[in-house]
């Protein structure tokens, strides 16, 4: 136990503190698609950027997203961070997906169905408890053969 840490109800409930950068935000939202556009073509675990990520790491790269943009923190240069910066980043950062995996891994992928799933969730008025809840909308459509 600390003597020193008082951890009450407005403490809990604080907005984050500390400083946030525009490639911190850049980084979740290019893990959490690639990180569910390989969940949704069957794979729990992968490894991106020397890591290997999971469900867990596309969790909190969303929610971080969506805390920033809920409270309006800033970045470092001043910018608030928005829905429309986040969804200026995403067709950005998608982009260098693609530059990253190459045009026809990513053509044939399914970004699209990540994007579409990793957006609201970012960016929504109120916190999806996790990203797996509308997910399901996702997997019981028809997907054809890659």
Known sequence: MREDVVADRSALLAPPRGTRIETGLRHNVRVGIQYLEAWRGGQGAVPIYNLMEDAATAEISRT????????GATL?????????????????????????????RFDRG????????????????ELEDFFTLPAYEILVKPVAPL
């Open 64 to 71: 971080q997203i969506w805390q920033w943009r809920k409270h």
């Open 76 to 104: 470092d240069d001043g910018r608030t961070v928005t829905r429309p910066l986040v969804e200026q980043l995403l067709a950005e950062e998608l982009g260098r997906v693609r530059e990253e995996v190459g045009a026809a």
């Open 110 to 125: 399914r970004f699209a169905d990540a994007r579409a799933l990793f957006e609201p969730v970012a960016t929504s008025g």
